[in-house]
């Protein structure tokens, strides 16, 4: 079956730091790029950071740059996010999505807490 | 950065058609994306690359883009088509090139 599973997520303090995950299956994992999306409570989506499908190219929202860090393991079929310095506003669910322009695979999301 | 426009809600009744816009300065040279999105699901793609559908949308979901606006359309409404729609696009000008729209809310009288 083709998809996409994050884990990770939890609660940490404002300062924090955490790492999630995003194991990808049933299909050529190392042929696509990836972006994570978030999502917080009650509000829209916010597109964060895209990787290619080498790793050679990498963007990221202004809103996380600087603190967080995306990078994936081809070898591993999977591809992470590295959060630092976490703030109350980094408050969301969290979701990997396969595709450059358009998205056509998500995972059901992780959710991210931060609060003392 | 670049931004995108939605009506926070559309409403209208069941076999009607809804038409749900996303304004950007000249976003008919951008490929626009649809998704929806139900209360505690991820979100599902359901029109890319202004006017194309995924494998499994119904033929009642359309997309067109000229101009300033991009337009979701969907005909003979259903009860489960009340949901979220984000439209978004990839700005490869810029080096934050992720943008979405505010979402619009699809309520089905």
């Known amino acids: 079956e083709v998809q996409l599973v994050e884990s990770g997520g939890g609660l940490v303090q404002p300062g924090g730091s955490l790492r999630l995950s995003c194991a990808a299956s049933?299909?050529?994992?190392?042929?696509?790029?990836m972006n994570w999306v978030r999502q917080a409570p009650g509000k829209g989506l916010e597109w964060v950071s895209y990787?290619?499908?080498?790793?050679?190219?990498?963007y990221y929202a202004d809103s996380v740059k600087g603190r967080f860090t995306i990078s994936r393991d081809n070898a591993k079929n999977s591809l992470y996010l590295q959060m630092n310095s976490l703030r109350a506003e980094d408050t969301a669910v969290y979701y990997c999505?396969?595709?450059?322009?358009?998205?056509?695979?998500w995972g059901q999301g992780t959710l991210v807490t931060v609060s003392s | 950065s670049y931004v995108l426009t939605q009506p926070p809600s559309v409403s209208v009744a069941p076999g009607q058609t809804a038409r749900i816009t996303c304004g950007g300065n000249?976003?008919?040279?951008?490929?626009v994306h649809w998704y929806q999105q139900k209360p505690g699901q991820a979100p599902v793609l359901v029109v890319y690359?202004?006017?194309d559908r995924p494998s499994g949308i119904p033929e009642r979901f359309s997309g067109s883009n000229s101009g300033n606006t991009a337009t979701l359309t969907i005909s003979r409404v259903e009860a489960g088509d009340e949901a979220d729609y984000y439209c978004?696009?990839?700005?490869?000008?810029?080096?934050?090139?992720?943008?979405f729209g505010g979402g619009t809310k699809l309520t089905v009288l």
């Open positions: 990787i290619s499908s080498s790793g050679s190219t990498i």
């Open positions: 978004q696009v990839w700005d490869s000008s810029s080096d934050h090139p992720g943008v």
């Open positions: 049933g299909f050529t994992f190392s042929s696509y790029e």
């Open positions: 000249n976003i008919g040279s951008k490929s």
């Open positions: 690359d202004d006017s």
């Open positions: 999505a396969r595709g450059y322009s358009g998205y056509e695979l």
